[in-house]
């Protein structure tokens, strides 16, 4: 199973280091390590980042374009697309941030989290790792809106430090919403309930 594959990976790779004891630089690497892990079942499975798209291509080339044309309350002198994109990013980052918790479940029920709780991992670089990797695919979803977003026309600020900012912005959102969706994966028993919380 390309799951267990995943989990003896991360083991081989931390055995060796967790022996020469636990540092700072060692828990950063078990974080690493666990971020590796995530984006390789992204790679194994790249369809995930088109169907996460769907979304807010709707939103952006549809409702967009409809809602613009109705005028139904001020936007402030810009377009309805333009007033509801930052909307669109964070609702985009959020449910990306938010499966982490329903992927969680699934790994208890399948047994693969025990096996990581059995590795010499500190529970700290494990969560911590989770919660960074789904910033790193949160922003592979503001990638493809501000693809779309340059398509449109929607006017947008290239400046390299304010790109940066909104990345940093982005990866703090993706954590805390990782995070805070793992919590409560810790504390329900089922996928059904841990949905219902988080939404």
């Given at each position: ?106 790994e208890r029920d399948m047994g ?88």
């Amino acid at each position: 199973m390309e799951s267990d594959r995943f989990a003896t990976s991360v083991a081989a790779s931390v055995e060796p280091a967790a022996k020469s004891g636990g540092t700072v630089l060692q828990a950063l690497t078990d974080m690493l390590v666990i971020i590796e892990m995530e984006l390789r079942k992204l790679r194994h499975e790249p369809t995930e980042l088109f169907t996460r798209a769907v979304q807010p291509v709707l939103w952006l080339l549809i409702f967009g374009q409809a809602f613009s044309k109705v005028r139904a309350f001020d936007t402030g002198g810009v377009t309805y697309q333009t007033y509801m994109t930052p909307g669109i990013l964070s609702q985009s980052v959020m449910f990306t941030a938010i499966f982490f918790g329903l992927s969680t479940i699934w790994e208890r029920d399948m047994g693969i989290l025990q096996k990581f709780l059995a590795m010499p991992l500190p529970r700290l670089a494990l969560v911590l790792g989770k919660a960074l990797a789904a910033g790193v695919r949160a922003l592979s979803q503001v990638t493809i809106i501000f693809l779309l977003a340059a398509i449109t026309g929607i006017p947008l600020h290239w400046h390299p430090a304010l790109l940066l900012a909104a990345a940093g912005v982005v990866i703090l959102g993706a954590v805390f919403f990782a995070t805070l969706s793992m919590i409560i994966a810790a504390i329900v028993k089922t996928r059904e309930r841990s949905w219902v919380s988080a939404s």
